[in-house]
């Protein structure tokens, strides 16, 4: 069965500093990939998916992950932090494997960003 | 705009009390699916439909009812709420591939008493 996990519930950096989420898969299968952003009151809103065309993936507002299989990560980066960009990250995997459909997601790394 | 909308977006409630929680997507999706989220433990599936009249559970399905009666809507029902229904609600809706992007509503907060 697929999984994900992401390090760090909460992570902190100054505005203008490198933007590093982790997130590590597990699945029997090549999986499909997403991070989804959460800003506060609002539903989520995908950034970026990896769907096995190129392993490094361009998103929205300046994010990108890279796959990595020998590491099973799918970490998100950003290479300058705004102030906007503080909201919670979610990493997900898609259970492709069953026949739901469903996506299987990490428990949220929450981004502060400092001024 | 293709969106995903949910009504009410925010709901108190007391235990036992019936309420339903409309979700409805404008995109011909045949996937829809329903979401909580509660801290510390992500978004979990609760049930989910991949197209008009079939549905199936989730993995945390118990207290919870759906039905799928036109494309386009997927009610959430409680027939019977619980404190440990508290919790924020998301619908989705994708196309019926799994490398589909699932589109996501504004989210309903449910506190039941």
């Known amino acids: 069965a697929q999984s994900v996990t992401q390090l760090g519930s909460h992570v902190s950096v100054s505005e203008g500093a490198l933007v590093l989420l982790r997130c590590n898969y597990s699945?029997?299968?090549?999986?499909?990939l997403f991070w989804y952003v959460q800003y506060p009151n609002q539903g989520l809103q995908l950034l970026l998916k990896?769907?096995?065309?190129?392993?490094l993936v361009k998103g929205i507002n300046g994010f990108e992950a890279e796959f990595k299989k020998s590491e099973t990560s799918f970490h998100l980066t950003k290479p300058s932090a705004h102030m906007s960009d503080a909201a919670e990250y979610f990493c997900?995997?898609?259970?492709?494997?069953?026949?739901?459909?469903?996506?299987?997601f990490g428990t949220g790394t929450l981004l502060a960003v400092q001024p | 705009e293709a969106q995903v909308t949910q009504n009410p977006r925010y709901l108190i409630t007391v235990t036992g009390k019936k309420l339903t929680v409309t979700c409805s997507q404008n995109?011909?999706?045949?996937?829809m699916s329903w979401y909580r989220q509660d801290p510390g433990l992500g978004l979990r599936q609760i049930y989910y439909?991949?197209?008009?009249?079939?549905?199936d559970k989730g993995d945390v399905p118990e207290g919870y009812k759906v039905s799928r009666k036109e494309k386009r809507n997927f009610p959430l029902i409680l027939e019977s709420p619980s404190p440990n229904q508290t919790s924020l609600y998301f619908c989705?809706?994708?196309?019926?591939?799994?490398?589909?992007?699932?589109?996501f509503g504004p989210g309903t907060r449910l506190l039941v008493l």
């Open positions: 989705a809706s994708s196309g019926g591939q799994a490398l589909e992007t699932q589109y």
């Open positions: 699945s029997s299968v090549p999986p499909y």
């Open positions: 997900a995997v898609s259970d492709y494997g069953g026949a739901t459909n469903k996506l299987i």
């Open positions: 990896y769907t096995s065309a190129a392993t």
């Open positions: 439909s991949m197209n008009v009249e079939v549905t």
């Open positions: 995109m011909n999706h045949e996937y």
